[in-house]
């Protein structure tokens, strides 16, 4: 899956995301209520913390509970709720390993359709329609995991030339259209209220 992406805007980073199936997955599930930048960084600043130069889905599920929830919240912390995204995260790792013997790239691997895809994304913990379409957006657009249909599955996310969401982040240029974006839907959405 190695793959250059820009969505930590750290080249280190970045580097893993580009390279590590569960660091993608474990950035996405961890942006939320966040700066894309940051909850992008987490799963490097875990791998670190842990050790590694890779997240295991076995090790981190394996992981106690309080030990990893203290693991992320260390300054800086990896999230602004370093508790509940520990508990996501590790939610997620188990689904891994009882569904798909922790090998995240399984998710898509041998996926013929963007709409099995897109089931299979939607399934995963902490994962809902939106989480689910960005992710596959993303797969398509910089990683080059293309079943067909996806586009379709991914819904607007999917759509050619956006600026929607960090499925569409290559570089400082493209996450500044990106924030534009997502503050003109919010003010939109503040307008219609």
């Given at each position: 899956m190695a793959t250059k992406v820009h969505l930590a805007q750290r080249p280190e980073a970045d580097e893993l995301l580009g390279r590590s199936p569960l660091a993608a997955l474990v950035g996405m599930l961890l942006?939320?209520?966040?700066?894309?930048?940051?909850?992008?960084s987490g799963p490097y600043t875990i791998a670190q913390r842990l050790g590694s130069d890779d997240l295991d889905a076995h090790e981190i599920a394996?992981?106690?509970p309080e030990r990893?929830?203290?693991?992320?919240a260390e300054k800086p912390a990896v999230h602004r709720y370093p508790g509940s995204m520990a508990k996501r995260v590790q939610q997620l790792c188990r689904y891994l390993v009882d569904h798909?013997?922790?090998?995240?790239?399984?998710?898509?691997?041998?996926?013929?359709?963007?709409?099995?895809?897109?089931?299979?994304l939607n399934a995963l913990p902490g994962f809902g329609k939106q989480k689910a379409?960005?992710?596959l957006a993303l797969l398509g657009k910089q990683y080059g995991i293309r079943p067909g249909g996806w586009r379709e599955a991914a819904g607007d996310y999917g759509e050619e030339g956006s600026h929607r969401s960090v499925a569409d982040i290559t570089g400082?240029?493209?996450?500044?259209?990106?924030?534009?974006?997502?503050?003109?839907?919010?003010?939109?959405?503040?307008a219609a209220e």
């Open positions: 942006d939320q209520q966040v700066p894309m930048e940051w909850a992008f394996a992981h106690d990893f929830a203290a693991l992320l798909y013997d922790g090998d995240a790239e399984r998710l898509w691997k041998g996926v013929d359709s963007g709409k099995e895809l897109y089931k299979r379409q960005i992710f400082p240029d493209s996450l500044a259209r990106v924030r534009a974006f997502k503050q003109e839907m919010k003010a939109a959405a503040k």
